[in-house]
């Protein structure tokens, strides 16, 4: 629609798996990938599965209110506690969130979030640029070390005192 022959893609979380998936299936459209706390979605040797992160946004998800999106947010951080509900924007996190039960519904039917792409992971072929939160309990570093072996041309970078919300912090 917007007559982009090729682009770089930033996302995180879920959304750079869903990256990681449209660089899959239409690789002449990627110049490069930049995933933000991304990692390969499944069982850890030193982490729990699922995740504190993933079973308290499981929560927020269920039901949505100021505290289980502070209870998220301080999960989200390296330190949330930190800051205040104005400064994490609690309240208009939740206006919106409680404003678009679409999402919901488009969230349920995503076929790319959790799903395990290591089969098609050497596919990606450009460059690709993990930043991981080394606190991170959402997507446990140790997802992001594995994601880096599958992807030829990839690098990594580990920020310490940094949890999954990196564009954040």
């Keep these: 629609a917007l007559d982009i022959e090729k682009a770089t893609i930033v996302d995180m979380s879920f959304g750079a798996q869903t990256a990681q998936v449209f660089a899959i299936e239409n690789p002449e459209c990627v110049n490069k990938l930049v995933l933000h ?3 390969m979605p499944g069982p850890t040797l030193f982490g729990h599965h699922p995740s504190e992160g993933l079973l308290v946004m499981a929560e927020a998800f269920a039901n949505p209110t100021m505290e289980t999106i502070r209870k998220m947010m301080n999960c989200f951080l390296y330190n949330g506690q ?3 509900d104005e400064e994490l924007m609690l309240r208009e996190r939740l206006e ?6 679409e999402q919901d519904e488009a969230r349920r039917c995503s076929d790319s979030i959790q ?3 290591s089969a098609d992971l050497h596919k990606i072929r450009v460059p690709v640029l993990q ?3 080394r606190n991170d309990r959402v997507s446990p570093l140790e997802s992001a070390l594995r994601l880096l072996n599958y992807l ?3 690098r990594l970078v580990v ?3 940094c949890g999954h919300w990196i564009p954040f912090e």
């Design 37 to 39: 706390a991304s990692g």
């Design 82 to 84: 930190q800051y205040s």
């Design 96 to 101: 919106a969130w409680l404003s678009r039960p």
């Design 115 to 117: 799903r395990d792409l």
């Design 131 to 133: 930043i991981h939160g």
């Design 152 to 154: 030829p041309d990839s």
């Design 159 to 161: 920020l310490n005192h």
